[in-house]
């Protein structure tokens, strides 16, 4: 038989047929461009395909906004459940730790996990009754009181605050006064009240959209609480196999690192929040200011925004007691002053710990930027966004540092660079010299006592 015939050859012929034709491929290349501008070429390419893609994106871009509105609200149902499963995932572990370790006695169980996706979602529904059936109607009264005094106190002040309305130019002569004008804004109120089953009736398309989708959050919380060691499992596999070992470990590495931020950041804040309402409902209790269960909900739904939360929270609160009592109004002043203050140096940084770790004016920078770009969403992940694109940062520096076999210590960078001219021109003073005198006798005695 020939050698023609063999299966082993010419699969060999066919393989070496294809290295050489690859080969010749490659040489031709490398007579179009030379290896020295191959980088630069490639550079071009890449300017070229994304101002393609920029250039097309603002031609289409009514289409391409028209479809992510749309993306946005089919995927709303999924962006729920992710939301609420990020929020359940502490309690979820935990409870899964604790079944495992006490009931289950192994190191991984179905049952378990289903278990503590269970408690967890039952844990968030509890707590949300909780606040509906005791807190709500609280609110719902002082809020209808406060209407009830806002109404009496511009009734009895009404010639005074039209006389400043009118020294101010907000109003005029020709106007109703001001009393007419809160009366007609009250009985608009109340026909819109009265309206209210009418417009639930003809918005039955939005009301159930809206329950639909929180529901169907809540059945891919769930769904996702009981796979997501398998759905990590899958992503980390799609990692290793798109990526370098080293450069696969690294990523995976940060995502642990982000997904730690997030959470502690999310789970502490809210944490810290519910911390100040209750402190905050305890001393307006005791200092027996009004309206204790609405102004108390309001300061800790706000600190839940960071840094500007306790502001939104506090003016609002400010002018609702200064209506019915100004003397109320400034001890609550000095009392939501004290508490941010415990809150920023003792409450927060406890149960926060090192989640954060950036500056005032860096937090305050990230919030404006977030909440400029993305809104209310901007406003809430600003933060723990910024403290890690800080730690990438933080850590590159680092690390070349450390490759220059410079520190990594920022005080050690006060007094650099040197200035050789400025070294000799400059004089110790008197307090330097003072020192280095006491310095020198100190050693001269402990040269004596040791000869004797």
Known sequence: ???????????????????????????????????????????????????VLLIG????????????????????????????????????????????RHIFHKKTSRAARVISAVISMLVVVLFLLIFLNILLPQVIESANT??????????????????????????????????????????????????????????????????????????????????????SRKCKKVVYAVMEREKADQFLLWCRRANRLFAGFTTGKIVDSIVMG?????????????????????????????????????IPSILILAIVNPVSALKFAILILVLQQLDGNVIGPKILGDYVGISPL????????????WGFTGLIIAVPLCALIYAIIHTYVDGQLTAKGLSTHTHFYDDLPVDPEELHARKPGYFSRLKEAIRKRRNESQKKSNRT
């Open 278 to 314: 209750i402190l905050c409902y305890i001393c307006m209790l005791i200092l027996r200011l009004e309206y204790a269960t609405l102004i108390s909900v309001i300061v800790g739904v706000t600190n839940v925004l960071p840094f500007f939360g306790p502001f939104i929270g506090a």
């Open 362 to 373: 860096l937090t305050m920078a990230a919030i404006l930027v977030g909440s400029g770009l």
């Open 146 to 231: 406060l209407v009830k005094q806002v109404t009496a106190f511009v009734d009895a002040n009404d010639d005074q605050i039209n006389s400043i309305l009118k020294r101010a130019g907000l109003i005029s002569d020709d106007v109703d006064p001001l009393n007419s004008v809160w009366q007609n804004i009250l009985s608009s109120a109340t026909n819109y009240v009265g309206l209210l089953p009418t417009v639930l009736k003809t918005s039955y398309n939005l009301v159930y959209s809206v329950v639909f989708k929180t529901l169907i959050g809540l059945i891919v919380s769930f769904y996702l609480l009981i796979d997501s060691k398998r759905i």
């Open 57 to 100: 994106a603002m031609v289409y871009l009514d289409r391409i906004t028209g479809f992510l509105s749309q993306l946005v609200g089919i995927v709303t149902p999924f962006l729920i459940g992710g939301a609420l499963a990020f929020i359940q995932m502490p309690i979820a572990r935990r409870m899964e730790e604790f079944l495992l």
């Open 1 to 51: 038989m020939s050698s023609s015939s063999d299966p082993k050859a010419t699969g060999a012929e066919s393989g070496g047929s294809l290295e050489t034709s690859e080969k010749e491929g490659q040489k031709i290349m490398r007579k179009w461009i030379s290896d020295e501008y191959r980088p630069l070429a490639r550079m071009i390419i890449a300017v070229i395909f994304a101002a």
